[in-house]
């Protein structure tokens, strides 16, 4: 949850996946919120991984089954970690690698 300024924000409560849309349901209910963040976990190298296409799937279900619900009042992003991307920009230009791992 941020302030209403944007700037800073706070853990709210940690659900599980099953849970999820009767917890949306209820905060979207009781919170002024107009924009959902969801982390968008594509790899270091910028590739999908199976977890990736999972969150797609889930983003896609809940953004149009609360669209029914809340018409279009509320956006929804997929949110790459800044760390992530400015690493993906560095090695787009040329100017870092990122390391594999070795396999163990």
């Known amino acids: 949850m941020s ?3 944007g700037i800073t924000c706070r853990p709210y409560e940690t659900v599980k996946l099953e849970q999820l849309q009767s917890f949306l349901q209820r905060v979207l209910s009781q919170e ?3 924009t959902i963040v969801v982390g968008h976990p594509i790899t270091m190298g910028g590739g ?3 977890q990736t296409k999972r969150v797609e799937v889930i983003f896609d279900q809940l953004k149009k089954a609360f669209e029914a619900s809340f018409g279009s009042s509320i956006k929804w992003v997929l949110w790459m970690s800044v760390k992530l991307k400015r690493a993906l920009q ?3 230009n040329g100017s870092c690698k990122i390391a594999k ?3 163990t």
Do not use: C, F, L, T
Request: charged content about 35%.
């Open 90 to 92: 560095h090695k787009a």
């Open 32 to 34: 002024p919120i107009n």
């Open 101 to 103: 791992r070795k396999a």
């Open 48 to 50: 999908v991984s199976e």
């Open 3 to 5: 302030d209403g300024a």
